[in-house]
């Protein structure tokens, strides 16, 4: 059974810091590019950030960019996103996606961000 679990949301001070991870199971992690994605009441879904099959390459979003950090462990089968600096707009649920060029993509049940004071 496949399963993306995120975690580590949370409510955090404008300019502080959260982490989340998503822990992968039930498919071959290190064959998916990992993606998180970001959705805020009101708006559509939105590209965060991704990071290859052997985390050499990463991709930002131009709102993100400088702020946060896609990582993976692929021994653990887990993706990251270190959020540093956070603004209010960043207040979204955030979701992790498992993507491969032929297979079926997966998707978590995402985990609250919010950025207040």
């Known amino acids: 059974q496949v399963q993306l679990a995120e975690s580590g949301g949370g409510l955090v001070q404008p300019g502080g810091s959260l982490r989340l991870s998503c822990a992968a199971s039930?498919?071959?992690?290190?064959?998916?590019?990992m993606t998180w994605y970001r959705q805020a009441p009101g708006k559509e879904r939105e590209f965060v950030a991704s990071?290859?099959?052997?985390?050499?390459?990463?991709n930002y979003a131009d709102s993100v960019k400088g702020r946060f950090t896609i990582s993976r462990d692929n021994a653990k089968n887990t993706v990251f996103l270190q959020m540093n600096s956070l603004k209010p707009e960043d207040t979204s649920i955030y979701y992790c996606?498992?993507?491969?060029?032929?297979?079926?993509?997966?998707w978590g049940q995402g985990t609250q961000v919010t950025v207040s004071s």
């Open positions: 039930g498919f071959t992690f290190s064959n998916y590019v």
């Open positions: 996606r498992a993507w491969h060029l032929t297979l079926s993509d997966y």
């Open positions: 990071i290859s099959t052997t985390g050499g390459t990463t």
